[in-house]
């Protein structure tokens, strides 16, 4: 098979390679975005189920991602100039409307703030440091990383570890280190504590059974396997992550529901997940809010 040829210097596509090149020459970890502003999807190679990789070296999963192409959304973003001119990047680059960056291998952690109510709210309660204006509200970058989180308030979504942000720009004013009044957004850090008791305020939760999803159009083996499948990746990070996977797994599991007439059970299928996370050390508000924007589609990245 041809190897796609690379951009030339008269391509469309050269300045949006060009300012990648440049972001990456200072330590940014760079990727292209498609139409729609969002990463492009895995090649055949990288998808499927269980996926044939694990993500790229910043992934929390089996293995390094080998495969050449930008899959694995922020974890494909790179400072390598050699990767980013590539010939597999550049069918991407042809079609990319922005750059993105990986915040968190830069060092960095994004404040996204999506509407003018939510630029307020930073503006009275956060430390000064760059800014950059969006869309609708505006980018508070500081030095420092944390766990990526959707919807930490309203408006509010923190990019970091696990999340890319669209360059818009250097911004304006120093950047300082990321304070303690951030990191307090999340409540505790998604970690793992020391093995024992899990103390949880909710009540046993209900299991799925078919009488709570008459409306659904799948079988009830189908929906046991994928539920089944999906609880033993959360209760797999031991260590760190649960809350992240939770989330993934919600988001997977009611997408497999959007065309059913309902009712399909989703918020008994949301307790097992939420337990799953608790069980395995996550803080319950946390696994809560995860799960919830899992079923309600808000994540990215987390």
């Known amino acids: 098979m041809a190897q796609p040829t690379p951009i030339r210097r008269d391509d469309p596509a050269h300045n949006l390679l060009r300012t990648g090149l440049e972001l990456a020459k200072t330590g940014v970890p760079v990727l292209p ?20 990789c694990g993500g790229r070296p910043n992934m929390k999963a089996p293995g390094t991602c080998q495969c050449p192409a930008v899959c694995h ?31 968190g291998g830069a060092g960095l952690t994004v404040v996204d703030l999506d509407n003018a109510a939510a630029v307020a709210w930073a503006r009275q309660t956060l430390p000064v440091t760059r800014t950059v204006p969006t869309t609708r509200g505006e980018h508070w970058i500081y030095r420092g990383t944390m766990p990526s989180a959707n919807q930490v308030r309203p408006g509010v979504d923190i990019k970091s570890r696990m999340a890319y942000a669209r360059w ?3 911004g304006n004013g120093t950047m300082t280190n990321l304070p303690s009044t951030v990191r307090a957004l999340l409540g505790k850090e998604e970690t793992t504590p020391a093995r024992g008791a899990v103390v949880s305020s909710s009540p046993a939760r209900a299991e799925w059974d078919r009488t709570v999803a008459t409306g659904c159009r799948h079988t009830e083996r189908y ?28 988001r997977f599991l009611t997408a497999q529901h959007t065309e059913c007439p309902g009712p399909c059970g989703l918020d008994v299928i949301a307790g097992q997940i939420i337990a799953a996370a608790v069980s395995v050390g996550v803080p319950e508000a946390y696994a809560e809010r995860a799960v919830t924007n899992g079923l309600n589609g808000l994540g990215a990245a987390t």
């Open 223 to 250: 929906i046991r396997t994928g539920l089944q499948r999906g609880l033993d990746m959360v209760r797999s990070h031991t260590e760190s992550g649960a809350g992240s996977q939770a989330f993934g797994v919600a």
């Open 73 to 103: 959304a922020w974890a494909a973003a790179t400072t390598d100039p050699i990767v980013i001119t590539s010939p597999a990047w550049a069918p991407a680059w042809r079609q990319a409307v922005a750059v993105a960056y990986h915040p």
């Open 168 to 170: 818009l720009g250097p």
């Open 33 to 52: 975005l498609r139409q729609g502003k969002v990463p492009f999807g895995n090649c055949r190679t990288c998808t499927g189920r269980p996926p044939a």
